[in-house]
């Protein structure tokens, strides 16, 4: 490693973000973006955004905290001229802002992105929304549940007999999330050749779209009829085995896609006098008697104890996974020794578990996480200290409730 690399720290280290984001699509954007380096400033309403007041609520605190670590908090009012004013001056000195409202809700407060990129041509403006800016569904409202809906996500969770359910996590959300944090990326890597920012933008229902590929084949194959809910079958119904099958105390998820894998679950079976069986001779004859493969594979499993199981199907090298539960994966050795996943002491919620980036930087450790804070906290570091106001003036803003 030359002393150049050696000297090298988080890639983000030096850009300057405006955090207008809400819920988990734009916070979980400028997450990825804190943990890479960049200084975040959240902006907040006086009141606090949608996911902080949601923390009245059970748990729901808890996913606050995941989402906006290692950031700074300010509180705006941008429905009074003085806020979009001192927005105005933020975006002068900033690199980045990203949002997630409604299309037009930022030109309806005067501070939409032709307003800005005049204050600011370097700017790269990242929007995030259910449907994108253009096109005759802009103005649906989207929330996770609504474009895993319209998205087709919905229509092909579940089983075949059964109503439509709803994907658990919420894919769609930070689905948008992620292509926003590339779409930012890109745009920025132009900007250092060109000098100049743009708007970037990223549809939810697009992101999604592309995870519905194995879906979309049996469509295609089907002669665009629309196919069946396939439950834990491969979304194509194109693998077997492909399933979640029992064990004596659980579910285990099993794949296999190349002869490898199927002749290494027969000999774990013990079954290897089904290499000539006609009817499980390849992929293609495996997936036309695709409920006896299952019917066998199933009859294996459900006698033997999960744990056990896992580490007989390991030593052969059979694709499989516990089906283990959320408590389990919270606890995961694995991800609490690569820092994915760490215990922190946090000053509003006491002892949690957060999440670092799935992003990781060679030369550099995982960003030490800093608990998210009290709403406002920050408000006089950035108006005072980055901003310059007095602290004169910072009394007047609260007086005037812009802060």
């Given at each position: 490693m030359t002393q150049q690399e050696a000297a090298r720290g988080y890639p983000l280290a030096g850009l300057t973000v405006i955090d207008l984001g809400q819920i988990y699509n734009g916070p979980y954007c400028t997450f990825l973006m804190a943990m890479a380096g960049a200084k975040i400033i959240k902006i907040e309403a006086r009141g606090g955004e949608n996911?902080?007041?949601?923390?009245?609520?059970?748990?729901?605190?808890?996913?606050?905290?995941?989402?906006?670590?290692?950031?700074?908090?300010?509180?705006?009012?941008?429905?009074?001229?003085r806020g979009r004013e001192l927005l105005r001056a933020m975006v002068r000195?900033?690199?980045?802002?990203?949002?997630?409202?409604?299309?037009?809700?930022?030109?309806?407060?005067?501070?939409?992105?032709?307003?800005?990129?005049?204050?600011?041509?370097?700017?790269?403006?990242?929007s995030g929304s259910g449907y994108g800016l253009s096109g005759p569904n802009r103005n649906y409202p989207a929330m996770d549940l609504t474009v895993q809906a319209m998205a087709g996500i919905m229509n092909v969770t579940g089983f075949a007999d059964r109503p439509p359910v709803k994907a658990g996590p919420a894919l769609c959300d930070f689905f948008g999330g992620v292509h926003l944090y590339g779409a930012i990326m890109t745009a920025l890597y132009e900007r250092e050749k060109t000098g100049i920012g743009r708007l970037v933008e990223v549809s939810m229902q697009e992101a999604v779209?592309?995870?519905?590929?194995?879906?979309?084949?049996?469509?295609?194959?089907?002669?665009?009829?629309?196919?069946?809910?396939?439950?834990?079958?491969?979304?194509?119904?194109?693998?077997?085995?492909?399933n979640v099958y029992p064990t004596r105390d659980g579910h285990i998820a099993i794949i296999c896609v190349n002869e490898t894998h199927w002749k290494s679950l027969l000999k774990a079976m013990q079954r290897e006098d089904l290499l000539v069986d006609p009817r499980f001779a390849d992929l293609k004859r495996r997936v036309e008697h695709m409920d006896e493969v299952d019917e066998l594979v199933a009859g294996f499993t459900e006698q033997q104890p999960k744990k056990a199981l896992f580490d007989l199907l390991m030593g052969h090298r059979v694709p499989c996974a516990p089906v283990r539960d959320l408590d389990e994966v919270v606890n995961d050795a694995h991800m609490h020794a690569r820092r994915a996943l760490e215990w922190v002491e946090h000053p509003m919620y006491g002892r949690v578990c957060l999440p670092n980036s799935p992003l990781r930087f060679e030369g550099v450790e995982p960003m030490p996480i800093r608990p998210s804070a009290e709403l406002g906290r920050d408000n006089r570091s950035i108006y005072g200290d980055w901003l310059g106001l007095s602290d004169g003036d910072i009394e007047q803003l609260i007086e005037q409730e812009v802060i």
């Open positions: 996911l902080r007041r949601r923390g009245v609520v059970g748990g729901a605190a808890l996913p606050f905290a995941m989402l906006n670590s290692n950031k700074n908090f300010a509180t705006l009012n941008l429905k009074t001229e000195k900033g690199d980045v802002l990203v949002e997630n409202f409604a299309p037009g809700a930022m030109e309806r407060l005067g501070v939409g992105y032709e307003t800005l990129r005049e204050i600011n041509p370097r700017l790269i403006y990242g779209y592309a995870s519905l590929s194995s879906n979309l084949g049996l469509h295609y194959s089907m002669g665009n009829a629309v196919p069946p809910r396939t439950g834990n079958r491969h979304g194509g119904l194109a693998e077997a085995p492909y």
